[in-house]
């Protein structure tokens, strides 16, 4: 199966930022419309912010300003620029192309906490 790899994450303090990154092996996923999700602990995966072909965005309310994805082409990465992280973002995070042509990958923990 091919699928995702996210990275980056960890243990972040209220106020703080961090970056997560992610890229299926061997994808160019330049041509993917690609979405960061979260889950977190009892909670249904929802969309955190979705990247079009066409480098078009958009966010749920909630990290509108704070959060920002981008791609970065020369690593085949999409990439979760978070800002003024909130305990209320702790979650584990995943990234899947839209069009679910790859399989959820491992995800990676984002922890929001003093």
């Known amino acids: 199966q091919v699928q995702f790899v996210e990275s980056g994450g960890g243990l972040v303090q209220p106020g703080g930022s961090s970056r997560l990154s992610c890229t299926v092996p061997g994808v160019m996923l330049s041509g993917y419309a690609v979405g960061w999700y979260r889950q977190a602990p009892g909670k249904q995966r929802e969309l955190v912010a979705a990247i079009t072909s066409g480098d078009t965005t958009n966010y749920r309310d909630s990290v509108q300003g704070r959060f920002t994805i981008f791609r970065d082409y020369a690593k085949n990465t999409v990439n979760l620029q978070m800002n003024s992280l909130q305990p209320e973002d702790t979650a584990v995070y995943y990234c899947?192309?839209?069009?679910?042509?790859?399989?959820w990958g491992q995800g990676t923990q984002v922890t929001v906490s003093s």
């Open positions: 899947r192309d839209t069009g679910c042509e790859f399989d």
